[in-house]
């Protein structure tokens, strides 16, 4: 008996078996619930190719979480899906120009780009919730991946503040979703090397600072942590927790310089 039986999950953002959305929803499997996931443009064919490894194989849906026409057919499509509510909505949706806001170039950042990431990496996640309220009530639970935006990180520039946003987003979402039973949490992850983290300019040094401070030691190659925190945030387990962010990072955030 799994922590999921029964219970339809959503998980958007499967690029690669090295990420974390792919993770989330093998180990989602693994506890009994439903699975469709989600894909963006020429990351869809990817997507369908890398789900044929997990068991049974899930339905992978486009979406456009910067489109509102797109987030409007989601629940439609989820229903022509056999998805007539969601349990869990995994939010793994990110994007900052790696040339022009990420790895240095902060002070150079033009608006456009600077609007681009707060509107894919920020404002989506409240969008797509609100897309997907339809299908979700008490005991729904929603849960985002955030990078721990409390401090500067080198190289991470725009992605940290738009994540920053999305920490104070999640707080605001918790609030209001609240009184209808749904919760809204976020798992702050330590360095997984997916493409999402190889795109980053210089990126590759976090993992030598994981190396040498992560009191429970860490493995940028294995999610499992990762997904399984957001998997028991899915759950029942945290049926009293909103507005949290929970540490899966082998306990770097607890530690000084």
């Known amino acids: 008996m799994g922590i999921l039986d029964g219970k339809k999950i959503v998980v958007t953002g499967i690029t690669m078996n090295t990420s974390i959305a792919y993770k989330v929803a093998q180990v989602a499997q693994e506890q009994g619930g439903e699975v469709i996931v989600t894909a963006f443009g020429r990351a869809v064919s990817l997507c369908r190719r ?5 068991d049974p194989v899930p339905q992978v849906l486009e979406l456009d979480a910067s489109s509102a026409e797109s987030l409007a057919a989601l629940p439609d499509a989820l229903r022509e899906n056999g998805f007539d509510h969601v349990d869990g909505l995994l939010h793994s949706i990110a994007f900052a120009n790696p040339e022009r806001a990420l790895g240095g170039a902060f002070l150079s950042t ?6 681009t990431s707060l509107h894919t990496s ?6 797509l919730a609100m897309a ?3 299908l979700m009530g008490r005991g729904s639970s929603i849960v985002g991946l955030t990078f721990d935006a409390t401090v500067s990180w080198p190289a991470y520039d725009w992605m940290g ?8 987003a999640n707080r605001y979402l918790a609030r209001y979703l609240g009184p209808d039973g749904i919760r809204s949490n976020l798992v702050s992850a330590g360095p997984i090397d997916s493409i999402a983290k190889k795109a980053i300019p210089g990126s590759a040094s976090l993992n030598d600072v994981w190396a040498q401070r992560a009191p429970l030691g860490w493995d940028a190659r ?3 942590p990762v997904a399984t925190a957001v998997c028991a945030l899915f759950s029942e387990l945290f049926a009293a927790t909103t507005g949290e962010i929970v540490h899966a990072d082998g306990g770097l955030f607890s530690t000084g310089s």
Do not use: I, M, N, P
């Open 50 to 54: 890398v789900v044929t490894k997990l």
């Open 110 to 115: 033009g608006w456009d780009d600077v609007a």
């Open 122 to 127: 920020t404002y989506s996640y409240v969008s």
């Open 132 to 134: 997907l309220r339809e």
């Open 161 to 168: 503040v738009a994540k920053a946003g999305l920490e104070s």
């Open 222 to 224: 294995d999610a499992t």
